[in-house]
């Protein structure tokens, strides 16, 4: 398979490496930059190919597609309460059935159910698919619509739907099967086998998908490659494809009375903390620990050692990101004035996408609702998730922190293990990738490419658990997930340069097309 074409930037080499205030942990030698090169994706060969029937499917079943996506989002499926988990199992399942999936289950694991399906179309490729059929937990009363009525409302990026799952991810799935269904009834059959594994608890950091691909880890291996549908444009349409994401390690951290001091079976008079110690301040005094004065460096000895430095191929898509990356958008965005230290551009992006983190999700300890209540707590607990880079693994990033806060005289303080995988990466080479990269093309979407997300998915079972190459994109733009008025676009207004629901699904069709006219995969 050719590699992408570069380009030089004008910059010296030299002048690439992160400076020693921005790069913090990782500013040694390992992390220099060696090459000025760009990887320039519209040399890419977009896809020639065209499926006018297909599209005309799809256009005319425009509302059936759309009562599609709505009904999936008007099952609840929140994991973290187990709120319609198994409902909406069984509704993926008869989904499955309904499109043609010869073999369709509710598989049981420890926790929450997965799904799985396969379609036989006697194709020489075969495509991996992904899904979570999962969502995260809803305030109602945050919500401009109801977070499970999946209304469509005018906004100023057109008509969008607003519901919890809409663009995370029960949209983009449901409008990939939507495209599915829509090959099939012009065609007969699919252009790829799809083997479909999907989980219930991606949003509790999927802590039984190992079982699910342990049942079908023989057949997963000979696939093809794994695909993830993705909303991936922005606000103005510019598309963005990721090659794989961080780990993570999610952990709680908590601190009860006992032999060091403090109550130790229950609250008591906060005027006893002239003589008790408190197990509330002794937790911030640990956390405190793991980080520095302003937080934003990793105390933790050995921390950042296995992070693994940009390849060459990454660097040259670092270079690439860097012409397009908008500091000040993303800041508007996201509601903040400034990144950490002031760093912009490249330093910014190899922060975000290199550097282990250490964030407190929640603290709670003791009396907090309204009025007063002066006690002594008996017990306070954080919630802390680390993001961790290639290289670092999750059980030696936690065998870390156990083992500097007993150092620190933290021997007290107790780590439950929540979750934890490691990070995933895949080669921008791979043909599947190719095959995406060339959909974008087609339709004047070059993606900008990123080594990785700086979220978190359990994508290793693919890349290094199966040795898949994986793909998550397509087209379409939402935002909101973990948020109030979370949506997804359906009908752009005029002139934006977003994909309304048919345009994402004409994609999806495409990429399977792509992928099975691609060279075999070596």
Not at 311 to 318: A, F, M, V, Y
Not at 376 to 405: C, E, F, N, Q, W
């Amino acid at each position: 398979m050719k590699k992408l074409p570069t380009r030089f930037g004008l910059a010296a080499v030299a002048t690439l490496c992160l400076s020693a205030s921005a790069a913090g942990q990782l500013s040694d030698e390992r992390f220099r930059f060696t090459t000025a090169e760009k990887l320039d994706a519209t040399q890419t060969s977009a896809y020639a190919g065209s499926h006018d029937a297909i599209y005309a499917y799809v256009d005319e079943h425009f509302e059936q597609h759309l009562a599609n996506l709505q009904r999936w989002l008007r099952q609840p499926s929140v994991s973290a309460q187990n709120d319609g988990i198994h409902e909406m199992a069984e509704m993926l399942r008869g989904d499955l059935e309904e499109l043609g999936f010869e073999e369709t289950a509710v598989v049981p694991t420890d926790g929450h159910p997965g799904v799985w399906g396969y379609y036989d179309a006697g194709a020489e490729r075969t495509l991996m698919v992904y899904m979570m059929y999962d969502v995260q937990p809803v305030n109602p009363e945050d919500w401009e619509s109801h977070p499970f009525q999946a209304n469509v409302i005018e906004s100023d990026l057109g008509e969008i739907l607003m519901a919890r799952g809409a663009t995370n991810q029960k949209g983009p799935e449901r409008a990939f099967l939507n495209a599915i269904e829509s090959i099939i009834a012009v065609e007969g059959t699919l252009p790829v086998n799809l083997m479909v594994l999907a989980e219930g608890e991606e949003e509790l950091g999927s802590p039984h998908y190992g079982q699910l691909v342990e049942q079908f880890a023989d057949r997963l291996r000979t696939a093809d490659g794994a695909f993830f549908p993705f909303n991936s444009q922005d606000p103005a349409g510019n598309a963005a494809l990721s090659l794989g994401v961080k780990g993570i390690l999610y952990i709680e951290i908590e601190s009860t009375g006992g032999d060091w001091g403090g109550p130790r079976q229950a609250e008591i008079h906060g005027s006893y903390k002239a003589i008790v110690d408190s197990p509330a301040l002794r937790l911030v005094q640990a956390l405190s620990s793991l980080v520095s004065k302003d937080g934003n460096t990793i105390l933790v000895p050995g921390y950042y050692d296995a992070v693994r430095p940009p390849t060459d191929e990454e660097q040259r898509l670092i270079n690439a990101m860097a012409d397009t990356w908008n500091d000040e958008g993303q800041q508007a965005s996201l509601g903040v004035r400034q990144w950490i230290d002031g760093v912009t551009g490249r330093d910014a992006i190899m922060r975000y996408l290199y550097h282990p983190t250490l964030n407190i999700d929640g603290m709670w300890s003791g009396y907090t609702d309204e009025g007063v209540k002066t006690i002594l707590p008996h017990r306070a607990t954080a919630k802390v998730d680390s993001r961790l880079p290639y290289g670092l693994d999750p059980d030696s990033a936690l065998a870390m922190i156990r083992r500097h806060l007993d150092s620190e005289g933290f021997s007290d303080i107790t780590i439950r293990k929540l979750a934890g995988y490691p990070a995933a990466q895949t080669s921008v080479d791979a043909p599947l990738v190719q095959a995406a990269i060339g959909v974008f093309n087609k339709y004047g979407q070059t993606p900008e490419i990123s080594p990785r997300l700086a979220g978190s998915a359990p994508f290793y079972q693919f890349t290094e658990r199966l040795g898949l190459p994986l793909v998550f994109g397509g087209f379409g733009h939402g935002s909101g997930a973990h948020a109030p008025n979370e949506y997804m676009v359906i009908t752009p207004k005029e002139g934006s340069g977003i994909s309304g629901l048919r345009e994402i699904e004409r994609a999806y069709v495409d990429l399977l097309f792509a992928l099975a006219s691609q060279h075999p995969i070596t």
